[in-house]
């Protein structure tokens, strides 16, 4: 029932504790059941006088005693196992997505994943904390009452037996009975609850078109026809627990009838164990009951289960790396061999990609968006590997080379910078920079022209910058990537260019610093700018996921080639 | 409790059905009573080997109150339950009633998107005040004080014995643990929100995590942190457990004590023995109805919090009266020294701006994301309370909004489609329209493809970007309205049909004043003015040619636009 079987196991001890926790139960219940009884009997039958049972009192009191410890020790028991469960789910699931490449954690909605990580982990608590021990109990102590009532009074014992099976088949058959019925209505409860944020979130245009007013009947509306929807699937669900009740009193009251006539009419029974039934009937229904009531909260988990499940055993993507350390002296001849690459949901199948970029050259891939320039990025980077062929860096697979001296002497500049919260100091000396100095720090700040900012901010570089780098602007966020790029000093850049919106003096920024940090360093670049793309040593035209073109700008415009078709359409609409 | 006045005045609407639930609740309560102390008569008569017709009317008896006790539980969760979501179809319509006036001015001060699924959020753990908070303890009373009525007629200080265990399991336990609860769940929800905040981090800097190596740290502290959020949660859990524990005891211990007292008072011979196992199976099922006490303070606490936060997001404020405000003809739009910030950042969006858009004329605001266009529109649309906007020399303050929307054509950056048809979605424009105009008004955008009775699903997710861009300006082209605000209307849609838009768009807005504020700079040589801010502020102003010939701000955008190399744009 759990998919989470073989994932997550249950140290025995725990198990064995529950066990344990669970006769103890059953000895509780059986013994306060049969104490009282006792002493019932010896003051009305018998007519002992009060100080003769006190000490049954006193172990009737234990008795109590026992069961609540008990029903603490396996609420404490459940509470402890559910948070370790989640804990190390939690890990395992942060520990998968960390081993996994850049391209399938940005693939897909980050979204979802956030979500499994938060929520449907949550969702696995009342599963160890609620159903497991409950499970365990509500098989335990039954059987046990069951015994007790069997030494006692065969015959109720013998209806007890008889009547058990009813509750749970009850619950299956009814369950089954509705399934259908409750499903075709929770599509519809779905339907109606979303109405109030769907509304919620368009209130703005509703506003704007004077309709705010008229859309509270719809919320009305809706908000009562799911109340109607909801309560069609409830009252399916109290029909079954009425059904329930019904069997549970008809057994109860069958007992008493049977044991009060044959006291009465055949004597054949005494009021000891006849009263002891009457007590224990109730327990051993309730517990079946519960039982029952169990699974149903086990049901709640199983989806969350599964989608944790699925995550955790989908195929690992990571990307290798080995052993020998890269020389960092210069830039090494990067080298892409029968490269073959796809995505999961297959927009387009990469083959026999090749491209060789020497050190310090400048390289621009351009072509329309989805044609494959950013994932050239990422295979360059050694953010995804080749499903085929090879990246080579001066000449040795980059799978053989530790990932320490690949990375330190890299630099990625993308349109969206992770900044985290910490001082702007921080930001810019991250990672392996970290041991960098104040002033090289401040070098860095300068040129990548922070200075302005830095003067404008209440604590200069010390200045906290928000979760996500809030606060910040595009601009300045893409001159902090700058900045650490500065202070790296890499031996190759990628640089994915700005489409449109940065301001004039950001781009200019963005263009000198890269001609400086291009001195030193190759520069691979998915170029959206003219003046880039014209003075690369090499520009690479993709299209669906192929190199249809490559040159400088000089060559590809000699030609009739994609590139200058592009060029002349440029121009024509400029000029227009 | 304050919080929660709004909620228990809701209740009272109720009536009918809380009323219903209560007798049947009751009713339930005190058979079950009713059926546990008979078989405990019952075995105790037996034993006295009584006639068999008194036999035969306690076996009847039983029987009767066991399916009435079965049915009334039926009926109870019923109606319990029919209030419950009627009750929160009333929290949403009057929640949504006191948020509506707020809206947009409200989103200045909570930006996040997750605000309103967190509205959502609360008004629904809101609707568990009824069932889990306000209802449990008045069956409890009610069904605790029908039992010590009936138990006073054996023995008196039985029934006090009761009354005291009620007291104790049905208000002082659960106050104190409601009490303890409190910061439990405060400190629950911070950690949630740590670890929330790690997670996210985690997501949307793992490719400069990995580059820089800081992975393995990341993982490190986000284990950490999930550890305190499970270590919080299960000491949370842990509360529990001992609230429950605690509540089992103190019931037990009360039965355990009606049982010493009950046999003292036979031994005495004060109480008759045929009683004794009565009382006691009384007393063990009367405390059945204590059990949801132990979960009261849990949903005690989440409806008060739930009924803070949304009392701090429509705190007290009361909408001004307007002046009615009706536009003639084109208006004339100015602002003067307007500088504004946001409530709750330190840096202002826009500095001391001071522009005017004269009647039926078109302009274009133009500059780099971030420089304060969008910001400027929504001051002038009076999204935000700003001083210094006058339009037709009216103050803005004195402007009512909705006037003012109800006579403008407005399209924003994020336009909001509805679940429903996309003949849904273009009527909300004008209800008037007939399918023949909607029909002509997706043409003009180049939407003819789409029929009226297609499905939209929630926030237009089943249409892309452009779609949806068209799809908002075909709903401007269902009214004729003397002002025009768009906000990068066409940011999505691709050059060509841009400009048939844009061509129709302007041949419908001939006399009326129109503010366009642009992404792109090709095209704007037929406009009368351009506005172009930098930083939040207004840095030129000036037809194309003038601004062109300057050699400016302008221009030096100009020169960066024809520096992109756009593919995308040019071959589609």
């Known amino acids: ?576 | 409790m304050k919080e929660l006045m709004g909620i228990f005045r809701l209740m009272l609407h109720q009536k009918r059905d809380i009323v219903l639930s209560i007798i049947f609740g009751v009713l339930a309560g005190i058979t079950a009573v009713g059926l546990f102390a008979a078989s405990g008569f019952l075995i105790s008569k037996a034993a006295l080997l009584p006639p068999i017709q008194t036999l035969a009317v306690l076996i009847a008896l039983q029987k009767i109150s066991s399916l009435t006790r079965a049915v009334s539980r039926y009926a109870e969760r019923y109606y319990s339950h029919r209030a419950t979501f009627t009750i929160l179809s009333d929290l949403r319509t009057t929640f949504y009633k006191r948020l509506e006036p707020l809206v947009p001015g409200i989103f200045a001060k909570y930006r996040s998107g997750d605000l309103l699924a967190r509205i959502v959020g609360d008004v629904e753990s809101l609707q568990n005040t009824f069932l889990r908070v306000v209802y449990p303890p008045i069956i409890l009373v009610l069904v605790f004080l029908c039992t010590i009525f009936f138990v006073s007629f054996f023995s008196l200080s039985v029934a006090l014995v009761l009354v005291f265990g009620l007291i104790l399991t049905g208000f002082i336990i659960p106050g104190w643990f409601a009490y303890r609860e409190q910061r439990f769940a405060r400190s629950v929800r911070a950690r949630r929100g740590e670890l929330s905040t790690e997670v996210t981090e985690l997501f949307q800097g793992y490719r400069d995590l990995k580059i820089y190596q800081q992975l393995g740290n990341k993982e490190a502290e986000l284990n950490a942190v999930a550890a305190r959020y499970v270590a919080e949660e299960k000491r949370n859990g842990l509360h529990a457990v001992s609230n429950l524990a605690l509540n089992t005891l103190a019931t037990l211990v009360i039965s355990w004590i009606v049982l010493g007292l009950g046999a003292y008072l036979v031994a005495d011979g004060q109480l008759d023995g045929v009683f004794l196992a009565l009382l006691v199976m009384t007393s063990l099922t009367v405390f059945e109805n204590a059990a949801p006490m132990a979960i009261l303070p849990g949903f005690f606490e989440d409806s008060r919090h739930a009924a803070r936060r949304l009392d701090d997001v429509v705190e007290a404020t009361t909408a001004p009266e307007y002046r009615p405000f009706e536009l003639a003809q084109a208006p004339e739009l100015s602002t003067e020294h307007v500088t504004f910030t946001f409530p709750g950042q330190d840096r202002p969006v826009l500095r001391d701006v001071s522009v005017t858009f004269p009647a039926g004329s078109k302009t274009a605001i133009v500059g780099a994301s971030g420089s304060g266009k969008s910001t400027l529109l929504q001051l002038l649309l009076r999204m935000y309370p700003a001083d210094g906007i006058r339009i037709e020399g009216t103050p803005g303050q004195e402007i009512n909004p909705e006037a003012l929307w109800k006579q403008s054509n407005v399209v924003l950056q994020q336009n909001h489609f509805f679940y429903g048809t996309i003949r849904d979605n273009l009527k909300l424009a004008s209800s008037e329209a007939t399918d023949e105009q909607m029909i002509e008004a997706l043409e003009h955008v180049g939407l003819s493809l789409l029929e009226l009775d297609d499905r939209v699903l929630e926030k237009g997710e089943n249409l892309s970007g452009g779609e949806k861009q068209r799809l908002a300006i075909a709903r401007i082209f269902l009214r004729q309205t003397p002002l025009y605000l768009l906000d990068e209307p066409t940011s999505s849609v691709d050059a060509l049909t841009e400009q048939t838009i844009l061509q129709h768009l302007f041949a419908r807005a001939a006399d009326a004043t129109l503010l366009l504020v642009s992404h792109r700079l090709a095209g704007l040589e037929t406009m009368d003015q351009i506005v172009v801010m930098e930083q939040g502020q207004v840095v030129e102003v000036g037809t194309y040619a003038d601004l062109m010939a300057k050699q400016g701000a302008f221009y030096a955008l100009k020169q960066v636009e024809q520096s992109v190399f756009t593919p995308d744009q040019l071959v589609r």
């Open chain 1, 1 to 576: 029932m759990n998919p989470l079987k073989g994932i997550i196991t249950i140290p025995r001890n725990i198990f064995i504790q529950l066990m344990l926790a669970a006769v103890l139960m059953g000895v509780a219940v059986i013994g306060q059941s049969y104490l009282i009884v006792i002493i019932v009997d010896r003051i009305f039958l018998q007519g002992n006088p009060f100080a003769a049972v006190i000490p049954l009192l006193g172990i009737l009191l234990g008795m109590l005693v026992l069961r609540v410890g008990v029903t603490y020790w396996n609420g404490r028991l459940g509470t402890s196992l559910a948070a370790r469960v989640k804990q190390d789910l939690r890990q395992a699931l942060v520990a998968k997505y960390t081993r996994n490449s850049v391209e399938s954690m940005l693939e897909g909605q980050s979204g979802q994943k956030v979500s499994i990580l938060m929520d449907s982990v949550d969702e696995m608590d009342s599963y160890y904390s609620q159903y497991l021990p409950k499970v365990i109990q509500t098989s335990i102590v039954p059987l046990m009452v069951l015994i007790a009532a069997f030494s006692y009074d065969w015959v109720t014992g013998l209806v007890m037996m008889i009547t058990a099976p009813f509750i749970p088949l009850f619950y299956i058959v009814i369950g089954i009975m509705t399934q259908k019925r409750a499903d075709t209505q929770l599509e519809k409860m779905n339907a109606f609850s979303g109405t109030f944020l769907d509304t919620l979130q368009g209130l703005t245009t509703l506003k704007l078109f004077g309709r705010a007013k008229a859309q509270q009947d719809v919320i009305e509306r809706s908000s009562l026809d799911f109340r109607d929807a909801t309560l069609t699937v409830l009252k399916l669900a109290f029909l079954s627990s009425l059904m329930l009740e019904f069997i549970s009193m008809l057994s109860m009251g069958m007992i008493a009838l049977e044991v009060s006539l044959r006291l009465i009419l055949f004597q054949s029974i005494t009021f000891v164990p006849a009263f002891l039934m009457l007590v224990l009937a109730p327990e051993y229904y309730l517990a079946l009951k519960e039982m029952g009531a169990a699974f149903h909260t086990g049901r709640g988990s199983v989806a969350a289960a599964k989608q944790i499940a699925a995550e955790l055993t989908e195929d690992d993507r990571s990307v290798a790396f080995g052993r020998t350390e890269l020389p960092a002296a210069r830039p090494p001849r990067i080298e892409l061999k029968d490269v073959a690459f796809s995505y999961r949901d297959a927009r387009f199948a990469m083959e026999q990609l090749n491209l060789t970029i020497e050190p310090y050259q400048k390289v621009a891939l351009i072509g329309r968006s989805g044609a494959g320039k950013s994932t050239v990025l990422q295979l360059l980077a050694g953010l995804a590997d080749p499903q085929d062929g090879q990246l080579l860096l001066d000449g040795q697979d980059r799978q053989t080379i530790t990932e320490s001296s690949w990375f330190s002497q890299l630099s990625y500049i993308s349109q969206h910078p992770y900044l985290y919260a910490g001082t702007l100091a921080d930001n810019i000396a991250i990672g392996e920079l970290r041991e960098a100095s104040r002033p090289a720090i401040e070098q860095a700040a300068s040129d990548a022209g922070l200075t302005e900012l830095i003067a404008q901010l209440p604590n200069g570089l010390d200045t906290v910058i928000g979760e996500g780098g809030r606060g910040l602007s595009g601009g300045e966020k893409q001159r902090v990537a700058l900045a650490r790029a500065f202070l790296k000093r890499p031996n190759v850049i990628l640089f994915d260019e700005p489409t449109t919106g940065l301001d004039v003096k950001t781009e200019r920024l963005l263009q000198e610093a890269m001609t400086v940090l291009g001195r030193e360093a190759t520069v691979i670049t998915v170029a959206h700018r003219l003046h880039t793309i014209e003075q690369s040593d090499q520009i690479v035209v993709l299209e669906a996921g192929r190199i249809v073109d490559r040159g400088t700008h000089e060559e590809l415009l000699g030609r009739e080639s994609e590139y200058a078709m592009m060029r002349a359409v440029q121009r024509g609409e400029e000029t227009r």
